[in-house]
Each structure stands twice: as structure tokens, then as C-alpha cells.
T-cell receptor, first 110, second 115 residues
Framework: GQQLNQSPQSMFIQEGEDVSMNCTSS?????WLWYKQDPGEGPVLLIA?????ELTSNGRLTAQFGITRKDSFLNISASIPSDVGIYFC??????????FGAGTRLTVKP | DAGVIQSPRHEVTEMGQEVTLRCKPI?????LFWYRQTMMRGLELLIY????????DSGMPEDRFSAKMPNASFSTLKIQPSEPRDSAVYFC?????????????FGDGTRLSIL
């Protein structure tokens, strides 16, 4: 079936380090979305990507829409404690069914 | 501006009881989505509406689940009768467009515990 694989599942890093996570899909996507979820809250959109090869930044966050349209990457530079949370990639299968990755749980040690 | 508003934030009830979750989408948004989040299965789309009409309910787990959107500013997700395996966080989200390509804005969820 159609799958969206996100890795790594979890990361434990030191404050100041850079972070990289990615998602791959079994199908071609026209849109890639990256969300962050803090404890007790709903996911919040970080970055939206609409074009293959697109590289978009939002502060210390940078995301890329893979050329093959089957993958996307999210990088966080110079991590800080408030970056802690779960990061989700998401994309629409068949333009009608938004699927979410299983999430990358980020822990930042001060 | 107000975001997506869900109520209640927490619900604890005994199995067999009816549970009703409520959602007020962002004003002007045309699409509304209900999700369920668990540790085992992550975020799952249950159903989504476009202009108050249910478009895809293939994610609704069983007939015990039903959702309605009587107008553009209100939706409910009902579970009757509830079971312990329904325990999860239920999110409502809305988006401005008619396609699920559009980024969705999430509420803070309802944490449901069925005893």
C-alpha cells in the first residue's frame, strides 16, 4: 500500500547541534508539509513545499522537496531547547488523502 | 485571530457511553478534517468535509463513529457506544481550500479516555 516513511524515529542531541530528518514516499507527491507538535497541542505547520527541488527556509529551519518528488528533508541548525517536540512530514496521496509520517521525536539537551 | 477550537479538551467516560467531540474551524476555511492520534498508529485521517459535505470517510474505523457538519462553523465527531480502544487524542483541522493539498491548521485536540 501507499506508505510515507519518516526517519529517524527519535533523536537526542546537544544544544547547538544541527539536526536532519527525512521522509520518503512510495508515491509521487505534489506537496510536502512539515509540522511540529508540542506536548498537549496540535501540530503546527512549519514549512510547505510545492515544487520539486524547492528549498525553503523558516528561521533556523530549512526544508527541501526532493527532485524525485518522493522525498523531503528538514534541517534545523543550531538547535535550542525549545526545538524539542515531534516533527511530522505530511503529503497528499491522490490529492485527496493527507498522510502523516510517524514523526521524529527530538530531544535537545542543554 | 482565533484558530481551530475544539471541545472538550479532555474527556473521561465509561465504555458504552456516547461521546461527542466538537470543533469550530477557522472562519472562512472550506475544508474540515478529523484525525485520531495514538502511539501505535500515529496520526490517522478519519473523515474530511468540503463546504460542509463529507468527501471521504474511509478512515472512520467502524459504524460506531459518525461525523456531521451542519454548518460552516461547526462539526461533531460522535462515538456510540464507546470502547476502551477508542482512547486517543482526536484532532480537528481546517484548511482554506477545497483540496487536501492545502496546509491544515490543527486545534489542540481532545484527549479521550474510555474506561
Amino acid at each position: 500500500g501507499q506508505q510515507l516513511n519518516q526517519s529517524p524515529q527519535s533523536m537526542f542531541i546537544q544544544e547547538g547541534e544541527d539536526v536532519s530528518m527525512n521522509c520518503t514516499s512510495s508515491s509521487i507527491f505534489n506537496t510536502w508539509l512539515w509540522y511540529k507538535q508540542d506536548p498537549g497541542e496540535g501540530p503546527v505547520l512549519l514549512i510547505a513545499l510545492y515544487k520539486a527541488g524547492e528549498l525553503t527556509s523558516n528561521g533556523r529551519l530549512t526544508a527541501q522537496f526532493g527532485i524525485t518528488r518522493k522525498d523531503s528533508f528538514l534541517n534545523i541548525s543550531a538547535s535550542i531547547p525549545s526545538d524539542v517536540g515531534i516533527y511530522f512530514c505530511a503529503g497528499p496521496f491522490n490529492n485527496n488523502d493527507m498522510r502523516f509520517g510517524a514523526g521524529t521525536r527530538l530531544t535537545v539537551k542543554p | 485571530d482565533a484558530g481551530v477550537i475544539q471541545s472538550p479538551r479532555h474527556e473521561v467516560t465509561e465504555m458504552g457511553q456516547e461521546v461527542t467531540l466538537r470543533c469550530k474551524p477557522i472562519s472562512g476555511h472550506n475544508s474540515l478534517f478529523w484525525y485520531r492520534q495514538t502511539m501505535m498508529r500515529g496520526l490517522e485521517l478519519l473523515i474530511y468535509f468540503n463546504n460542509n459535505v463529507p468527501i471521504d470517510d474511509s478512515g472512520m474505523p467502524e459504524d460506531r463513529f459518525s461525523a456531521k457538519m451542519p454548518n460552516a462553523s461547526f462539526s461533531t465527531l460522535k462515538i456510540q457506544p464507546s470502547e476502551p480502544r477508542d482512547s486517543a487524542v482526536y484532532f480537528c483541522a481546517s484548511s482554506p481550500g477545497s483540496s487536501s493539498n492545502q496546509p491544515q491548521h490543527f486545534g489542540d485536540g481532545t484527549r479521550l479516555s474510555i474506561l
